[in-house]
């Protein structure tokens, strides 16, 4: 909304107490009309051109190598990190990094697996004065219990989020928007069923979780070698601008200065660990190195742009530039991240694509 600051529920893809997916909302309706197949377990090594044209796929499955072709366009959806690995591998991309692994350089496209971005995640655990309401359904015959009034009924703890509660916030006053997200979850993130004497509970804690929302820092994807089956390189780089650093700093300290709240207080016992030691920036920055992990909201790798900019991969109707009838569909074509979760802003893109491919004019300005 045109207000994104303070503290909501989440908004979750769950429909009729069941997970609802992009296969459960999208595919699977569409395999009801008999013009898709799908192959499962199939790996694309590469595009296929007819002189400047992409004209379908080569894939592997079950040892075998195999093509499919387009009538009129290729597709990629292989997210951020497959996308531009397969459009190297193809011979679009860096030309020096191209020639490196001694593959012919069919575009010269030097922002392809450049402009990585990702959310840094530093978490923080906290013990509980009273037991969780997780944690007492996780034993093993109560959960078995709840999982079935879920997938029968759908109802029950097993439909819902353990992780409900967030919070947009600016980690300083002169910040213009939400830079930090607070994420809480109910349940440590080692839960999972147990029954004694066969398995010991867990520790009964939750974990609130600082996301740098809008990092500077920017990663880097590259080849390992021209093999499609050789994994790419995947250069992070996270935390690597001062701002970084100063923004989940901020972010940590108001974490702690929340649960230090009267209100609170009833339900925390205190800092499980790990934790900063103390609140001074080296501290809190030693904690950061030891703990931080991403959030999986990585995008950017095949950035669009205009034909001016060499950094762009594709257009504004996300078609690769230097090549015809090649479009990418999916978090590589994000230019920045957005200030939350990517999951709805990538379907969005998708729904965006469809009226793209099928010619559909956009729909009309929304007033906000």
């Known amino acids: ?73 290729v597709i990629l ?48 655990a906290y013990s509980r004065k009273e037991p969780g309401p997780f944690h007492r359904m996780m034993r093993l015959d109560r959960a078995v219990l709840e999982f079935g009034k879920a997938y029968c009924f759908g109802r029950g703890l097993a439909t819902s989020m353990p992780s409900a509660g967030i919070a947009f916030l600016r980690s300083r006053s002169d910040s213009r928007v939400p830079d930090v997200q607070i994420v809480t979850a109910a349940t440590p993130h080692d839960a999972r069923p147990y029954l004694s004497p066969f398995r010991r509970p867990y520790k009964d804690l939750f974990v609130s979780r600082v996301v740098l929302l809008r990092p500077e820092s920017r990663g880097v994807l590259r080849l390992a070698s021209a093999d499609p089956g050789a994994k790419p390189l995947i250069h992070t780089n996270m935390l690597t601008r001062d701002n970084d650093w100063l923004t989940l700093r901020a972010g940590v300290r108001v974490l702690r200065e929340l649960a230090r709240q009267t209100p609170m207080q009833p339900f925390i016992g205190g800092e499980a660990g790990p934790a900063p030691e103390g609140d001074s920036d080296a501290q809190i ?8 992990v991403s959030f999986r909201h990585t995008l950017g790798t095949c950035k669009p742009g205009l034909a001016t900019d060499p950094a762009a991969v594709v257009d504004t109707d996300l078609r690769v530039f230097g090549v015809k009838s090649l479009r990418v569909v999916d978090a590589s074509v994000m230019p920045d991240l957005v200030g939350g ?12 694509a469809a009226d793209l491919i099928r010619g559909r004019a956009p729909l009309a300005p929304a007033a906000v």
């Open 77 to 124: 959806s292989g997210g951020v990190i497959n996308t531009p690995q397969l459009v190297m591998l193809s011979g679009i991309g860096d030309p020096d990094e191209l020639a490196s692994h001694g593959i012919k350089v069919r575009v010269a496209l030097k922002g392809v697996g450049k402009n990585m971005q990702d959310q840094v995640v530093a978490r923080l």
């Open 285 to 292: 920055d030693a904690f950061i190195r030891a703990s931080a």
């Open 1 to 73: 909304g045109r207000t994104q600051e303070g503290f909501a529920m989440h908004q979750v893809t769950i429909r009729n107490g069941r997970r609802c997916s992009a296969a459960v909302a999208y595919l699977r309706p569409a395999l009801e009309r008999g013009n898709i197949s799908v192959r499962v377990k199939a790996h694309v090594v590469r595009i296929l051109f007819e002189d400047e044209r992409a004209v379908g796929v080569e894939y592997q499955i079950r040892g075998n190598t195999l093509a499919a072709y387009a009538s009129r366009e």
């Open 341 to 352: 979760n990517i999951n709805a802003a990538v379907m969005m893109i998708a729904e965006k």
